[in-house]
């Protein structure tokens, strides 16, 4: 069966501090895989997908980047943490070529001070 | 354009039935879904329903979708104070990209 992890958990970071968070997926291959923030349990915004190994789309532009350098790896990268960035990453991924449901890893609260 | 939209809050009595509304804009959506959220956890999907059905039911959840005018609902039979929880309800779009609504924060009172 197919799993997704995302580490770390919870991160406090401050402001001007590098990020890296990662989100990997098991029993697949060749997944889409999605980034997405939610702000103050509310609705979910996509920052990033990807299709394949080092094809990325951006949807919203901001202060993040993400690069997937193997197959079912995803991470989501700052030079320099706003305040804003605050917030729960969750990274989700799907069977690719196919409309097929997204699938939700546990997520990554972060907190910059 | 693409939107999709949910009442913000519902209060329901444990035993009672609830019924969670959304409203999409995306005629071309293939598939809807809906997600919950318990605090603090990831999205879990619930259940979905192709374009092509009216109804879908799996066990205490019932799925109404009316494509004429764009509004999907999910009943939760005999609600349960392990429901309170944010769902969220998601379109799939012609990008197979999911919209997804802003989430209703049901709470279910004992």
């Known amino acids: 069966s197919q799993t997704i992890h995302q580490w770390p958990a919870t991160l406090v970071q401050p402001v001007g501090s590098p990020l890296s968070l990662e989100c990997t997926v098991e029993g697949t291959s060749n997944p889409n895989l999605y980034w997405y923030r939610q702000a103050a349990g509310r609705g979910l915004q996509l920052l990033f997908y990807?299709?394949?190994?080092?094809?990325i789309s951006s949807e919203v532009p901001q202060n993040l980047s993400a690069s997937r350098p193997q197959d079912r790896q995803f991470i989501l990268s700052s030079k320099k943490l706003l305040l804003s960035d605050s917030g729960f990453y969750l990274c989700?991924?799907?069977?690719?070529?196919?409309?097929?449901?997204?699938?939700f890893g546990p997520g990554t609260r972060l907190l910059v001070l | 354009g693409e939107d999709v939209e949910q009442s913000l809050f519902l209060s329901v009595r444990e035993g009672d039935s609830s019924v969670i509304n959304c409203t999409y804009t995306d005629s071309s959506s293939t598939y809807l879904y809906w997600y919950k959220q318990e605090p603090g956890a990831g999205l879990q999907l619930l259940t979905y329903?192709?374009?092509?059905?009216d109804m879908k039911q799996d066990q205490r959840l019932t799925v109404l979708l009316n494509k004429k005018d764009k509004h999907l609902s999910l009943r939760i039979a005999d609600t349960q104070t392990g429901d309170s929880a944010i769902y969220f309800c998601a379109e799939n779009n012609a990008g197979n990209m999911l919209t997804f609504g802003g989430g209703t924060r049901l709470m279910v009172k004992p």
């Open positions: 329903i192709f374009s092509n059905m």
């Open positions: 990807s299709v394949g190994i080092g094809q």
């Open positions: 989700a991924w799907r069977e690719g070529h196919s409309q097929e449901t997204q699938y």
